[in-house]
Nanobody
């Protein structure tokens, strides 16, 4: 129902920052939450952050709390992930996702972007 396009990934040094963007289009009426997930080679996809579309309540994985900030621009159907103080452990493909309920479980999200690579060098 929802088409998602991520952008903003790249190569940064440890301690640097990146801001990811995700633009949603299509049938967004039933979207209650926008989430960010990441997947490193050989590892399962893991939750990073989420934001409620209405109300803006946020949630973060412990590994990124205090370093990452998720935000939204409802008028532009866009969500952002500001990533500060990046660490090599943050290296992964980052995915934007949309879902109908407030959860952090990947299976609960019904629409996914194609992913954008984030690489943090030491």
């Amino acid at each position: 129902q929802v088409q998602l396009v991520e952008s903003g990934g790249g190569l940064v040094q440890a301690g640097g920052s990146l801001r990811l963007s995700c633009v949603a289009s299509g049938r967004t009426f039933s979207t209650a939450v926008m989430g960010w997930f990441r997947q490193a080679p050989g590892k399962e996809r893991e939750f990073v952050a989420r934001i409620a579309w209405s109300g803006g309540i946020t949630s973060y994985a412990d590994s990124v709390k205090g370093r990452f900030t998720v935000s939204r621009d409802n008028a532009k159907n866009t969500v952002f992930l500001q990533m500060n103080n990046l660490k090599p452990e943050d290296t992964a493909v980052y995915y934007c996702a949309a879902g109908p309920v407030l959860t952090s479980t990947p299976a609960s999200f019904r629409s996914w972007g194609q992913g954008t690579q984030v690489t943090v060098s030491s």
